[in-house]
């Protein structure tokens, strides 16, 4: 019993300090911009016109994110496959 708790501890508290078992489901200008290539004020100015659509469609949008479904569908030649953004955040984290 105590195992099965400590593994179960040991996944929250990896999925909360966003350990590697976490998936974004949400990205910022700063990612957007890296993953596209584009300034972070062009990545900004997509944001919120993305935002301004899902509003206009009656969904809440949160300021400064849009979901990755999002961009996967508004963006379908890049590659925004849960790896690949993965792997650039690691990129601009080092």
Same mark, same amino acid.
């Given at each position: #019993?105590? !195992?099965i708790t400590k593994q179960i501890t040991q996944r929250?508290?990896?999925y909360f300090k966003g350990g590697k078992d #976490? #998936?974004?489901n949400s990205?910022?200008?700063k990612e957007l911009a890296v993953i596209l290539s584009?300034?972070?004020?062009?990545?900004g100015q997509i944001i919120r016109e993305l935002n301004k659509e899902l509003e206009d469609e009656g969904y !809440?949008? !949160?300021?400064?994110r849009i979901p990755v479904?999002?961009?996967r569908k508004k963006f379908p030649y890049h590659d925004l496959s849960d790896q690949r953004i993965m792997e650039e955040l690691k990129k601009e984290n080092e």
């Open positions: #019993m105590q !195992i929250i508290n990896s #976490m #998936m974004k990205l910022q200008a584009v300034s972070k004020s062009k990545a !809440i949008a !949160i300021r400064g479904q999002l961009a």
